[in-house]
């Protein structure tokens, strides 16, 4: 069955610091890809996505992804973080001939210390 | 963003009542879902809906039924709530396939305390 790894639960990371959150995914075909961010007591909201073309994609708030498909993966980057992305990211597939399966990782908690 | 509503927005009730939870959408979306959220398990789909007759259980629709009663709206019912099914509930709306804005938008989320 397919599925969604996201090794990290839970990061915990000083302000400035580098940001890497893994992903990655069971599915042999061609797949579009998600990372959504939940802030404290709020819904998810979409940080970019990955439908084809090139595999380094810009979102919103200076985030960044890299789809590899070689090795499954679309890890999560930022270069610099502030206190405000403290959130919960998570990571979601859709294969492409599979309109009614979207598979959510179960999240990664990210916590930025000021 | 007020796109994707639902209510109630918080509600607690007690074991073997019956539940609601109830979901808006001006997106135009033909597509909504409903999903559940609980720690450390992410988010896992209850029922998927891709128009008024189209309905589907999703991975764990035991508990729970459905109603597409237009296409903006799209209701969750416990039928007999139980303590397990206590988390926050979230609608999603989705365009049909081909548009390429095809992710999912999401609701404000309901969370529900079941004793």
């Known amino acids: 069955a397919q599925s969604v790894s996201q090794h990290n639960h839970h990061v915990i990371l000083s302000e400035a610091a580098s940001l890497e959150l893994g992903c990655n995914y069971s599915?042999?075909?061609?797949?579009?890809l998600f990372w959504y961010v939940q802030y404290p007591g709020q819904h998810l909201q979409l940080l970019l996505k990955?439908?084809?073309?090139?595999?380094l994609v810009k979102g919103i708030k200076g985030f960044e992804a890299e789809f590899i498909k070689s090795k499954f993966s679309f890890n999560l980057r930022k270069p610099s973080v502030q206190w405000s992305d403290t959130a919960e990211y998570f990571c979601?597939?859709?294969?492409?001939?599979?309109?009614?399966?979207?598979?959510f990782g179960k999240g990664t908690r990210l916590h930025i210390l000021p | 963003d007020a796109d994707v509503t639902q209510t109630p927005r918080n509600r607690i009730t007690k074991t073997g009542k019956r539940i609601m939870l109830e979901c808006s959408q001006t997106?135009?979306?033909?597509?909504m879902y409903w999903y559940r959220q609980d720690p450390g398990l992410g988010l896992r789909l209850i029922y998927y809906?891709?128009?008024?007759?189209?309905?589907n259980k999703g991975e764990i629709s035991d508990g729970y039924s459905v109603s597409r009663q237009a296409q903006a709206k799209f209701s969750l019912s416990l039928e007999s709530a139980i303590p397990n099914q206590t988390a926050l509930y979230f609608c999603?709306?989705?365009?049909?396939?081909?548009?390429?804005?095809?992710?999912?938008?999401f609701g404000p989320g309901t969370r529900l305390t079941v004793l």
């Open positions: 999603a709306t989705r365009p049909k396939q081909g548009n390429p804005y095809n992710e999912q938008f």
């Open positions: 979601a597939v859709n294969p492409v001939n599979r309109d009614d399966k979207i598979i």
């Open positions: 599915y042999g075909g061609t797949v579009n």
């Open positions: 990955y439908f084809s073309g090139d595999p």
């Open positions: 997106k135009g979306h033909d597509r």
């Open positions: 809906s891709f128009d008024v007759k189209d309905i």
